[in-house]
């Protein structure tokens, strides 16, 4: 288990390149394995959830090539399908949750699939029931063996109009997979239409399918026999550049994000704004200014500023842990709302240790006083629970007085590429145990 060693309390100044996307990689590389034909991906982000996912569909049989340092090229021509039964696909596929996304691939063009409960963040329960329900609404069947793993057999493929019980993002994308190779029309109500789920219909339009209603909750797919290559590029993670805005905020650094997409990160920066963050544009970069202190907004009645999550275009869960730890040194109080996962809370008991002002109300919501930097954090010894609560973590250290610990990082390496080595051009005292 590697750690972090960081000195915190310094000013940090510099250009950061955001990463590309983790979510929207792990679907469009998974949907590489629907032809038979080279599909190239740029700007891929090399986290080791990416790179586990990549060495499974190396053990598939597809032929990976790396082009540049994020560019690689995927050829699904001749699969091994026995490497689903190998220990070696069992441990890897049960290393990230990512590995849910060739369920559908692999059912629309070879009509199985075999399914290890995945690995991911421990975050509370996430089920697997809308890929799995939502495959067989489809026509798959999927039988539970040796209450190990799930069989899937999808001889028997149907376009459907389905109705969503949640718009989750990963099953929205299987489902959508799935259809693209079904004759008929499929209709997906209640779908997830993220910006990530709208680049992964991009992708499979470029290759050939017949999509229509991308980017609202209604997705029509029309079936095509065979799908072609493509050259598909991958946006920048959204979730990065909050992080980036956070971590300026509470080091009190100007920092620029260079080529953010901003048109694509719906109301991130809106929330931001909300707690006093100066954020400045300049084209499609963002800059955050050195700001000393900033001031949490109150709902127009003069009441507590709220924060919750919601699926898109509300706000992303996966930022609501840097809102937490950016608020802990704001002026004002602010009540954050966790309601779509319920263990993603329990990170807080160190952020309190640190000496952050935090009520943790129930394990869905969490209220926090800003000190308004009377007294800086300081710096202790932690372990990070999972990818998100990590990187906040990170954060309260590199804003903390004196040397903190870190242990666990391969959470965060999970979702942020050589994290230590850009801190370090940022001018971070961050070491690598």
Same mark, same amino acid.
């Given at each position: 288990?590697?750690?972090?060693?960081?000195?915190?309390?310094?000013?940090?100044?510099?250009?950061?390149?955001?990463?590309?996307?983790?979510?929207? &990689?792990?679907?469009?590389?998974?949907?590489?394995?629907?032809?038979?034909?080279?599909?190239?991906?740029?700007?891929?982000?090399?986290?080791?959830?990416?790179?586990?996912?990549?060495?499974?569909?190396?053990?598939?049989?597809?032929?990976?090539?790396?082009?540049?340092?994020?560019?690689?090229?995927?050829?699904?021509?001749?699969?091994?399908? *026995?490497?689903?039964?190998?220990? *070696?696909?069992? +441990?890897?596929?049960?290393?990230?949750?990512?590995?849910?996304?060739?369920?559908?691939?692999?059912? &629309?063009?070879?009509?199985?699939?075999?399914?290890?409960?995945?690995?991911?963040?421990?975050?509370?329960?996430?089920?697997? $029931?809308?890929?799995?329900?939502?495959?067989?609404?489809?026509?798959?069947?999927?039988?539970?063996?040796?209450?190990?793993?799930?069989?899937? $057999?999808?001889?028997?493929?149907?376009?459907?109009?389905?109705?969503?019980?949640?718009?989750?993002?990963?099953?929205?994308?299987?489902?959508? =997979?799935?259809? @693209?190779?079904?004759?008929?029309?499929?209709?997906?109500?209640?779908?997830?239409?993220?910006?990530?789920?709208?680049?992964?219909?991009?992708?499979?339009?470029? =290759?050939?399918?017949?999509?229509?209603?991308?980017?609202?909750?209604?997705?029509?797919?029309?079936?095509? %026999?065979?799908?072609?290559?493509?050259?598909?590029?991958?946006?920048?993670? =959204?979730?990065?550049?909050?992080?980036?805005?956070?971590? /300026? /905020?509470?080091?009190?650094?100007?920092?620029?994000?260079?080529? &953010?997409?901003?048109?694509?990160?719906?109301?991130?920066?809106?929330?931001?704004?909300? =707690?006093?963050?100066?954020?400045?544009?300049?084209?499609?970069?963002?800059?955050?200014?050195?700001? +000393?202190?900033?001031?949490? *907004?109150?709902?127009?009645?003069?009441?507590?500023?709220?924060?919750? $999550?919601?699926?898109?275009?509300?706000?992303?869960?996966?930022?609501?842990?840097? @809102?937490? @730890?950016?608020?802990?040194?704001?002026?004002?109080?602010?009540? @954050?709302?966790?309601?779509?996962?319920?263990?993603?809370?329990?990170?807080?008991?160190?952020?309190?240790?640190?000496?952050? %002002?935090?009520?943790?109300?129930?394990?869905?919501?969490?209220?926090?006083?800003?000190?308004?930097?009377?007294?800086?954090?300081?710096?202790?010894?932690?372990?990070?629970?999972?990818?998100?609560?990590?990187?906040?973590?990170?954060?309260? &250290?590199?804003? /903390?007085?004196?040397?903190?610990?870190?242990?666990?990082?391969?959470?965060?390496?999970?979702?942020?590429?050589?994290?230590?080595?850009?801190?370090?051009?940022?001018?971070?005292?961050?070491?690598?145990?």
């Amino acid at each position: 288990m590697a750690s972090f060693k960081i000195i915190g309390g310094k000013e940090l100044s510099g250009t950061i390149n955001p990463q590309g996307a983790k979510n929207e &990689a792990l679907q469009v590389i998974s949907a590489t394995l629907l032809t038979k034909e080279k599909v190239i991906i740029r700007n891929i982000p090399l986290i080791s959830d990416v790179i586990c996912l990549i060495e499974l569909l190396k053990g598939l049989g597809v032929k990976t090539k790396k082009i540049s340092k994020h560019t690689y090229s995927f050829e699904a021509t001749d699969l091994k399908l *026995d490497y689903l039964k190998s220990d *070696d696909f069992k +441990k890897k596929s049960q290393k990230i949750r990512g590995s849910v996304m060739i369920l559908g691939p692999l059912i &629309a063009r070879f009509k199985k699939a075999r399914l290890y409960p995945p690995g991911g963040d421990k975050i509370g329960r996430r089920r697997l $029931d809308t890929h799995l329900i939502g495959l067989s609404e489809l026509g798959a069947k999927f039988k539970l063996i040796n209450n190990e793993f799930y069989k899937l $057999d999808g001889s028997s493929l149907r376009a459907n109009s389905i109705l969503l019980e949640e718009a989750s993002v990963t099953g929205t994308a299987n489902i959508i =997979m799935a259809s @693209v190779l079904i004759k008929g029309t499929t209709t997906i109500y209640n779908a997830a239409c993220e910006p990530y789920i709208q680049q992964l219909c991009k992708m499979l339009t470029l =290759m050939g399918a017949n999509i229509q209603g991308v980017g609202s909750n209604l997705i029509t797919i029309k079936g095509v %026999k065979k799908l072609s290559g493509c050259t598909h590029k991958i946006l920048p993670d =959204m979730i990065e550049i909050g992080s980036w805005i956070g971590l /300026a /905020a509470m080091t009190q650094s100007k920092i620029r994000i260079k080529n &953010a997409s901003i048109k694509n990160l719906g109301n991130i920066l809106t929330i931001f704004k909300k =707690m006093g963050i100066k954020i400045e544009i300049e084209k499609d970069d963002i800059i955050i200014p050195k700001q +000393k202190k900033y001031n949490i *907004d109150t709902f127009i009645n003069g009441s507590i500023l709220t924060i919750s $999550d919601a699926p898109w275009p509300g706000f992303t869960p996966d930022l609501l842990s840097i @809102v937490i @730890v950016a608020a802990t040194q704001a002026n004002g109080n602010i009540l @954050v709302h966790q309601k779509m996962f319920e263990s993603r809370l329990f990170f807080v008991d160190k952020l309190i240790e640190m000496g952050a %002002k935090i009520i943790l109300c129930d394990p869905h919501r969490a209220t926090i006083t800003g000190i308004n930097r009377e007294y800086p954090l300081k710096g202790t010894t932690m372990t990070s629970p999972d990818i998100r609560a990590g990187i906040a973590l990170l954060i309260a &250290a590199l804003s /903390a007085q004196g040397e903190s610990i870190i242990h666990n990082i391969e959470q965060i390496d999970r979702g942020y590429e050589a994290i230590d080595a850009r801190l370090k051009k940022l001018g971070a005292a961050i070491e690598r145990l």
